[in-house]
């Protein structure tokens, strides 16, 4: 089935098991605008105190087509976003297994939020061992034919997707927290990861 999806910035659980589900054709959004607000440049993590939303500033220069679209480079984002992930993360299970690859992600030196996503992207599929394949939209079509994901993964309201809970390392002290980013899938449950996301549902 023809699917059209939204590169995001190290994906919730939920955009996985859509992307990977063996009957989807996917298609990745290249010309929509660039929303606010969402996980095209935002991803979610379990930290010491809770969810903590790790943000990739954007160069507000004017330019807003996604595929266009700059980061800034104040504040040394890449370093602090991997710091934050290497302190929520180095006690977890898989961590040490999966730290080279993961740190390789923010070597990405290229400002276009669109190639990093796209860059991080091909590394989790590693980490899968996924082959899943995927086009680019070649226009933006406001009503397209496809299955239309752009706008179903919100970073404000709670997943529609339905997922088992699964050990996570700050779970005793503030319980299982759904759908954050692939990253506390692969950390926590390593090479079990593909098995779970088959059994995500929508709600």
Not at 9 to 25: C, G
Not at 30 to 47: D, L, S
Not at 161 to 177: A, D, I, R, V
Request: aromatic share 16%; proline share 6%; net charge neutral.
């Amino acid at each position: 089935m023809p699917t059209l999806l939204p590169v995001f910035y190290l994906p919730p659980i939920s955009w996985f098991s859509v992307f990977l589900k063996e009957d989807n054709e996917i298609v990745f959004e290249q010309f929509e605008t660039f929303p606010k607000q969402t996980f095209r440049n935002r991803t979610n993590i379990y930290g010491a105190n809770g969810k903590l939303s790790l943000i990739i500033p954007i160069d507000h220069s004017g330019k807003r087509v996604i595929n266009e679209l700059q980061v800034s480079n104040r504040d040394k984002w890449r370093s602090l976003h991997w710091k934050s992930i290497k302190t929520a993360y180095q006690s977890s299970p898989y961590f040490d297994y999966y730290e080279d690859q993961l740190e390789e992600i923010f070597n990405f030196k290229e400002n276009s939020l669109f190639q990093f996503n796209l860059h991080a992207l091909k590394i989790i599929q590693k980490i899968l061992k996924s082959e899943k394949e995927f086009t680019f939209t070649k226009e933006y079509i406001r009503k397209p034919e496809q299955l239309n994901y752009r706008e179903h993964f919100s970073a404000k309201h709670k997943s529609p997707f339905e997922m088992p809970e699964y050990f996570q390392s700050f779970s005793e002290k503030y319980g299982f927290l759904e759908d954050l980013s692939i990253i506390d899938l692969i950390c926590n449950k390593g090479p079990e990861s593909m098995t779970y996301l088959k059994n995500v549902r929508p709600i």
